[in-house]
C-alpha cells in the first residue's frame, strides 16, 4: 500500500480513498476490481489504502463503480475531486 506523495517532491498529488463502513457489505468487489488496494481478511473486515498515488486512479475508479453500495468515495486533488 502506497502514501500519499510529497508535494514538495513534484510528484503528482495522491488520491484520497474512504469507505463508508456503514454500508459497507463486505462484496468484494472492490477487492476484485483492484486487489492492489482493497482486501478482506476474516469474514467481513476490509482493508484499503486512504491515500493511493495518482497513477492509480484507473484502478480506483474501477473498484469505485464496482461498489454495489457506492460505499467508497474518491477525492482527486488533481482533478479537483
Ligand atoms: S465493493 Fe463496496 S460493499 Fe463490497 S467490500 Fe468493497 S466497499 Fe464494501
Redo the contacts with the bound molecule.
Keep these: 500500500m502506497s502514501t500519499p506523495a510529497d508535494a514538495s517532491s513534484g510528484s503528482p498529488p495522491g488520491l484520497r480513498v474512504s469507505?463508508d463502513l456503514n454500508?459497507?457489505?463486505?462484496?468484494?468487489?472492490?477487492?476484485y476490481a483492484a486487489p492492489r488496494h482493497?482486501r478482506?481478511e476474516g469474514h467481513e473486515a476490509?482493508f484499503y489504502d486512504p491515500a493511493p498515488a495518482a497513477e492509480h486512479r484507473a484502478d480506483i475508479e474501477r473498484?469505485r463503480v464496482?461498489?454495489?453500495?457506492q460505499?467508497?468515495r474518491v477525492e482527486d486533488p488533481e482533478r479537483g475531486a
Design positions: 469507505v454500508l459497507c457489505q463486505a462484496y468484494a468487489q472492490c477487492c482493497f478482506i476490509l473498484a464496482a461498489c454495489p453500495l460505499a467508497i
